[in-house]
């Protein structure tokens, strides 16, 4: 299907879950990724994905946005199928991400990258901009008014002009974090956003990524090795390893689990 004949369809009100993963697998080579994998998330929840290095957790965000294709299953998203539809569609349709490795423009300023998480949510074309057509200003306007917000919200105000090469790591991931909220996302993936950080800015990750969804109705999907951090924001966990899901319930259930506890919790359990 080419990029002219792919539209998005319009999603129905229901009352299933925001996101379910659909005995999902996928396979590199002779190797399995992810074999099986099902859950599903309501909407407003935030569900931790855990499990040992090499378990598929990344894997399967890269399902979900598309980078990966499913060799078997199913993921349905508010309603519909993603698996027909391309990678860069994710954003219009409300999935927003972060990455394990910072993917920002370095030499670009903080507000300057946010804006551009913005950009799936205009409508002006090229000739529009060209002719700098009285809609596009609007639209300006309307994104620049949107990271104001964004920036006073992720308490990023003060350095809305810095380049973020000259930021420190932890605000730097603050900076990622806002520019997948640019896009006004339903469902946000965040891969390993505790990673580096120290202990101060892990306790006020877990502030933010509660606020998100009590403030701004996002869902969220969390890969973190961070137990304390996984256990405290989760209201439910997935459990991964080896590519099949072990486990899945409320921290305390994942608490509890043997087998869980046998794979990867170990003394954190105890």
């Given at each position: 299907?080419?990029?002219?004949?792919?539209?998005?369809?319009?999603?129905?009100?229901?009352?299933?879950?925001?996101?379910?993963?659909?005995?999902?697998?996928?396979?590199?080579?002779?190797?399995?990724?992810?074999?099986?994998?099902?859950?599903?998330?309501?909407?407003?929840?935030?569900?931790g994905?855990?499990?040992?290095?090499?378990?598929?957790?990344?894997?399967?965000?890269?399902?979900?946005s598309?980078?990966?294709?499913?060799e078997?299953?199913?993921?349905?998203f508010?309603?519909?199928?993603?698996?027909?539809?391309?990678?860069?569609r994710?954003?219009?349709l409300?999935?927003?991400?972060?990455?394990?490795?910072?993917?920002?423009f370095?030499?670009m300023?903080v507000?300057?990258?946010?804006?551009?998480?913005?950009?799936?949510?205009?409508?002006?074309?090229?000739f529009?901009?060209?002719?700098?057509?009285?809609g596009?200003?609007?639209?300006?306007?309307?994104?620049?008014?949107h990271?104001?917000?964004?920036?006073?919200?992720l308490?990023?105000?003060?350095v809305?002009?810095?380049?973020?090469?000259?930021?420190?790591?932890g605000?730097?991931?603050?900076?990622?974090?806002?520019?997948?909220?640019?896009?006004?996302?339903?469902?946000?993936?965040?891969?390993?956003?505790?990673?580096?950080?120290?202990?101060?800015?892990?306790?006020?990750?877990?502030?933010?990524?509660?606020?998100?969804?009590?403030?701004r109705?996002v869902?969220?999907?969390?890969?973190e090795?961070?137990?304390?951090?996984i256990?405290?924001?989760s209201?439910?966990i997935?459990?991964?390893?080896?590519?099949?899901?072990?486990?899945?319930?409320?921290?305390?259930?994942?608490?509890r689990?043997?087998?869980?506890?046998?794979?990867?919790?170990?003394?954190?359990a105890?």
């Open positions: 299907m080419s990029i002219q004949e792919e539209t998005i369809p319009t999603a129905v009100p229901s009352t299933e879950a925001l996101l379910a993963v659909k005995d999902v697998r996928v396979r590199f080579g002779g190797i399995t990724a992810l074999d099986g994998v099902s859950f599903s998330i309501p909407a407003g929840k935030i569900c994905l855990i499990g040992p290095n090499g378990a598929g957790k990344t894997t399967l965000l890269n399902c979900l598309r980078i990966y294709p499913c078997q299953g199913d993921i349905v508010d309603g519909q199928s993603l698996l027909g539809l391309s990678r860069h994710m954003a219009p409300g999935i927003g991400r972060t990455f394990q490795n910072l993917a920002l370095k030499s300023s507000a300057e990258n946010i804006l551009v998480g913005r950009h799936c949510r205009t409508q002006s074309g090229f529009a901009n060209a002719v700098r057509l009285p596009v200003d609007r639209e300006r306007r309307a994104a620049v008014s990271t104001d917000e964004l920036l006073q919200f308490e990023l105000d003060a809305r002009d810095t380049r973020v090469s000259d930021l420190p790591f605000t730097q991931k603050r900076v990622e974090l806002a520019r997948a909220l640019a896009s006004d996302p339903k469902l946000l993936l965040l891969d390993e956003p505790a990673c580096g950080l120290n202990h101060e800015e892990v306790e006020d990750l877990g502030r933010l990524i509660r606020e998100i969804r009590q403030k109705g869902t969220v999907l969390l890969i090795h961070h137990m304390h951090l256990m405290g924001v209201d439910q997935v459990v991964l390893n080896f590519g099949r899901k072990i486990a899945e319930g409320t921290p305390e259930e994942i608490r689990h043997p087998e869980v506890i046998q794979a990867y919790l170990g003394d954190f105890a």
